[in-house]
């Protein structure tokens, strides 16, 4: 399982996509040359550093010294980028799990970490920083980003349920009832449009990286969703925002949202097999459940609730 | 290895997205519909079934008996289509490798496969076709589809180099040689703009999937490159046809140029760290060598050489 995962990892086309996602990668920045007084001569610890960016970005912030950890073969790559800019110094790469390595120091002051997968949880790297908060972080200091957010909003879009759900009744003069039944509980990542919005967004979900644990990322939340457009709903649309607040002078949101620049993690969508009509004013009570997978702790299986509607889907 | 492979064609996704590639799919089915005749009363082997879309569409056109053979875990779902079509009768699912596995018959008539990867042999599926044609198909009998070409072009398009090689050079302010080596070594599957091409097209590689073997796969073809445009080459750009033709009352061909309706496989490029000028109504000297790599037999690695210029690429 880990392998396959940090195999894929290690390749090219991830690290090219993550950064070439501005977005996300300017959030990091902006975060981190706008707030030096949290780098100077701070002990640093990059969870999971890729292609080592954020690392870079904190030494070049006078942080006195980074350790960054990854455990995919990126590392070599990484240690090589270190080296070329001149921080071989300043940025020590080990070459390992959060879990099993030991770093060459006692405490470090802060760490930074950008472990967010599709739909804010998936691929569960959220619990390597927990860890290394709680073995390597000193007491009072922070992680980053602090804290983040979970969002839903209901979705009317019949030509996507259409091409999704019902392409499944007529594949080339052909029923297909089991694939049809396999694409109703994927969850998916797309791009959502956001003329489909037919409600206000609702928060399911806030994380505070500082004080949160493993056990928080497995929950239930109810909610109640408020329609603002009489349609037929035939989605509901997840998407998260992560916060970079904590003693911070310049405060950044990096938002993942349908109305905002896109980003490589695009929406989460979750199709109802049987969409539903809503009236506009309509207050409509659900839940969330967000359970990891068993089989595979890295998938999620998130069951929605919504009037008398309930529905399950996997990320997987 | 092997396992990894089927596991991911076991999702939906990879099935939606063949599916929906009207260009494949309606191309087999063009073939079988409009040429009854070889199907009618015949014994068919679908090697690497899937959805079963193409047994389906064989058991539509009068076919005796299809034997459907598959590895992936998507049989249970292809199974239940036969079923819920009607054709349990006609259609013999088999779950597993087609070396491996033991049909209930001696011979077969006739073989159809949609095995193409990109880059058409990448992951070389023809392989498996080649065994079962060596295994089960009577003599005179044919695979569909009955042969095939690989065809390179040249194209001048300095934006798409800009941003896939320099842009390496600098990263947020950082350079990063040790990934732009990675990337420069990448062939990458994307859709070629018909405006960019500067050659005329040259085969490189023709297979005749009824006479061919495992060993013709890999190869080393010289070729000269007719320019059309006078420009700055920065990429060669490769991409396939199948032919159904033999004893076929309408031929049908379908194609994956850049310069015809898109498919899944897109096309394969080719991007050269040091473009170079070349002038319209020149010839330049040239050679393409394929090889499976030996730490992954799915993986190929191309070498192409053209004028002075020299470079290995990985298809991983």
Same mark, same amino acid.
Request: net charge negative.
């Given at each position: 399982?880990?392998?396959?995962?940090?195999?894929?990892?290690?390749?090219?086309?991830?690290?090219?996509?993550?950064?070439?996602?501005?977005?996300?990668?300017?959030?990091?920045?902006?975060?981190?040359?706008?707030?030096?007084?949290?780098?100077?001569?701070?002990?640093?610890?990059?969870?999971?550093?890729?292609?080592?960016?954020?690392?870079?970005?904190?030494?070049?912030?006078?942080?006195?010294?980074?350790?960054?950890?990854?455990?995919?073969?990126?590392?070599?790559?990484?240690?090589?980028?270190?080296?070329?800019?001149?921080?071989?110094?300043?940025?020590?790469?080990? #070459?390992?799990?959060?879990?099993?390595?030991?770093?060459?120091?006692?405490?470090?002051?802060?760490?930074? *970490?950008?472990?967010?997968?599709?739909?804010?949880?998936?691929?569960?790297?959220?619990?390597?920083?927990?860890?290394?908060?709680?073995?390597?972080?000193?007491?009072?200091?922070?992680?980053?980003?602090?804290?983040? %957010?979970?969002?839903l909003?209901?979705?009317?879009?019949?030509?996507? #349920?259409?091409?999704?759900?019902?392409?499944?009744?007529?594949?080339?003069?052909?029923?297909?009832?089991?694939?049809?039944?396999?694409?109703?509980?994927?969850?998916?990542?797309?791009?959502?449009?956001?003329? #489909?919005?037919?409600?206000?967004p609702v928060l399911?979900?806030?994380?505070?990286?500082?004080?949160?644990?493993?056990?928080?990322?497995?929950?239930?939340?109810?909610f *109640?969703l #408020?329609?603002?457009?009489?349609?037929?709903?035939?989605?509901?649309?997840?998407?998260?925002?992560?916060?970079?607040?904590?003693?911070?002078?310049?405060?950044?949101?990096?938002?993942?949202?349908?109305?905002?620049?896109?980003?490589?993690?695009?929406?989460?969508?979750?199709?109802?097999?049987?969409?539903?009509?809503?009236?506009?004013?309509?207050?409509?009570?659900? *839940?969330?459940?967000?359970?990891?997978? %068993?089989?595979?702790?890295?998938?999620?299986?998130?069951?929605?609730?919504?009037?008398?509607?309930?529905?399950?889907?996997?990320?997987?």
């Amino acid at each position: 399982e880990d392998e396959a995962y940090f195999d894929s990892y290690a390749q090219l086309s991830i690290h090219e996509v993550m950064l070439k996602d501005r977005v996300r990668t300017q959030s990091y920045q902006d975060f981190i040359y706008k707030n030096e007084h949290l780098f100077k001569d701070k002990v640093v610890l990059d969870v999971g550093c890729g292609s080592g960016i954020l690392s870079l970005f904190a030494a070049q912030a006078g942080a006195r010294h980074v350790f960054a950890v990854e455990q995919a073969d990126v590392v070599h790559w990484t240690r090589e980028t270190v080296r070329e800019n001149g921080f071989e110094d300043k940025i020590t790469i080990i #070459h390992g799990r959060i879990e099993d390595v030991d770093l060459p120091m006692d405490k470090v002051d802060l760490i930074v *970490s950008e472990w967010m997968g599709y739909f804010l949880l998936f691929e569960s790297m959220l619990d390597s920083v927990f860890t290394a908060r709680d073995c390597w972080l000193k007491p009072g200091g922070a992680v980053y980003p602090d804290s983040c %957010a979970l969002w839903l909003v209901g979705i009317g879009n019949p030509a996507g #349920h259409e091409a999704e759900i019902d392409f499944w009744n007529d594949v080339y003069g052909f029923r297909m009832s089991s694939l049809r039944r396999a694409a109703a509980i994927e969850g998916r990542v797309e791009m959502v449009n956001p003329t #489909h919005i037919l409600s206000q967004p609702v928060l399911v979900k806030r994380i505070d990286c500082c004080t949160d644990t493993v056990r928080d990322l497995d929950f239930v939340t109810n909610f *109640s969703l #408020h329609i603002t457009r009489s349609a037929q709903l035939t989605d509901l649309c997840a998407y998260f925002e992560v916060y970079f607040e904590a003693n911070c002078e310049h405060t950044v949101l990096l938002s993942t949202a349908p109305d905002k620049p896109p980003t490589h993690w695009k929406q989460t969508i979750f199709i109802w097999e049987q969409p539903f009509d809503v009236t506009a004013g309509e207050e409509i009570c659900g *839940s969330l459940a967000c359970c990891k997978q %068993a089989q595979d702790p890295r998938a999620l299986a998130v069951t929605i609730t919504l009037g008398s509607k309930q529905q399950t889907f996997l990320l997987q």
